[in-house]
């Protein structure tokens, strides 16, 4: 079975940064795309950022872009999100996901999440 574990979740003043990780377990999640989701009070869940299964590519949504770092280590299984000059609007839970099918990100639509998240809260 699947296991997705966050954490590395907290409150934090804007303009601070925090690291996410995801422990992941029971597939060999080297060999696929993995990514991250948020979810804001309210609002529905949303892509954040994506990694290939090498690390070698990085995609990522524009409210993020040149704040956010995805990176990850397959030999420890571990999924990372560097979040630097964090925003308010950052506030949400965050999800880590696994790609059902490809090796490298294609498309959001095949990222699945399975775990529960992780509270990112950003004060102003």
């Known amino acids: 079975q699947v296991q997705l574990v966050e954490s590395g979740g907290g409150l934090v003043q804007a303009g601070g940064s925090l690291r996410l990780s995801c422990a992941a377990s029971g597939r060999t999640f080297s060999s696929y795309a993995m990514g991250w989701f948020r979810q804001a009070p309210g609002k529905e869940r949303e892509f954040v950022a994506a990694i290939d299964w090498s690390g070698g590519g990085t995609h990522y949504q524009d409210p993020v872009k040149g704040r956010f770092t995805i990176s990850r280590d397959n030999a420890k299984n571990l999924l990372y999100l560097q979040m630097n000059s964090l925003k308010p609007e950052d506030t949400a839970v965050y999800y880590c996901?696994?790609?059902?099918?490809?090796?490298?990100?294609?498309?959001?639509?095949?990222?699945?999440?399975w775990g529960q998240g992780t509270l990112v809260t950003v004060s102003s």
């Open positions: 996901a696994v790609d059902r099918y490809y090796s490298d990100y294609v498309s959001d639509t095949s990222l699945e999440v």
